[in-house]
């Protein structure tokens, strides 16, 4: 399949069902998100794929952010995938990565022959978190942690919305590699998520409503999430078109890091000087580089 770039990519966006306690949001990554991230790490295919689903969910869900802030997804275990990190801000950035043991993994990967892994193999036994934090530091963050437990990450995430929210939550995600002619390779990822409104007496009981949208989203294929083809609003409207769907304006995504000099600097001149010095190279500079965006920094102990 020849991949062309989508006026639609790089964008979450929120959903309703037309007079139903339903909501939910859609969300496609492509050549502006997906792929320079998961290309400038370089890692396996099958561990880009958990990176390139953690990225998603966490763009999902920050599209719902009622603060100036970020939402990071985070889980550690003991596998071969130590640590996980996405990260999606409310002014559309994102950014991530993952610490890997390329040793564990290939051990892994010769196990399972090739095939995917499943969450628990690939991270271990360990936590997810999502965490909320407000740009406003008048405002406490909030952090809410489920046990790896569950085959993919969907199901992590699912189980962190009905303990931590208690909102009954489906949660789609796929990511892609699209073959171009030539032998490149892009990456793409798209996602979904629906929840139920809960009940009140002007909308009565909406579990019957809920269990009929939650039918049709789980028709929802890898396919239509990531193909490059497929607008989010043809997707909406195969799986709700019975009963209507109102998809409201979306924010644009763009990979973008927070990392700077300043904030290095700031945070080593917050250092003891004994510390400090011992970073040093021989020649009196200290390189340091950022795991989320691979940027590289370089500036004598001395100026510090």
């Known amino acids: 399949m020849t991949l062309t770039t989508h006026s639609a990519d790089d964008r979450v966006a929120s959903f309703q069902l037309d007079g139903a306690p339903v909501r939910g949001r859609i969300a496609r990554l492509g050549d502006g998100v997906i792929d320079p991230i998961l290309k400038r790490h370089d890692y396996p295919r099958w561990a880009a794929h958990f990176l390139g689903e953690a990225l998603t969910l966490a763009v999902l869900t920050s599209a719902s952010l009622k603060f100036d802030g970020r939402i990071t997804i985070q889980a550690e275990g003991d596998g071969p995938i130590s640590m996980l990190v996405a990260e999606a801000r409310s002014d559309g950035g994102v950014r991530g990565y993952l610490r890997l043991n390329r040793e564990l993994w290939d051990r892994l990967d010769r196990v399972n022959k090739g095939a995917r892994p499943h969450v628990p193999q690939a991270i271990g036994r360990g936590v997810m978190a999502m ?15 489920v046990p790896i437990d569950g085959a993919t990450l969907e199901d992590c995430a699912e189980a962190w919305f009905a303990q931590s929210e208690q909102i009954p939550t489906r949660v789609r995600l796929a990511v892609a590699e699209i073959s171009e002619p030539g032998g490149t390779r892009r990456w793409r990822s798209g996602g979904a998520l629906l929840q139920q409104v809960a009940a009140d007496d002007a909308r009565g009981d909406t579990a019957d409503i809920w269990e009929t949208a939650r039918s049709h989203f789980a028709t929802l294929t890898d396919l239509e999430l990531a193909d490059p083809d497929m607008a989010s609003d ?14 409201e304006p979306a ?30 190279e021989a020649d009196g500079m200290i390189t340091a580089d950022c795991q989320f965006c691979s940027r590289v920094y370089r500036f004598a102990a001395a100026d510090v």
Not at 260 to 271: F, N, P, T
């Open 131 to 145: 965490i909320l934090v407000p740009d406003d530091e008048n405002l406490s963050p909030y952090q809410g942690l």
């Open 234 to 247: 043809r997707v909406l409207y195969r799986l709700f078109h019975e009963v209507g769907v109102r998809l």
């Open 251 to 280: 924010m644009e995504l763009v990979d973008r890091c927070t990392c700077s000099e300043q904030k290095l600097r700031a945070m080593l001149a917050s250092m003891p000087t004994e510390s400090v010095a011992s970073l040093a």
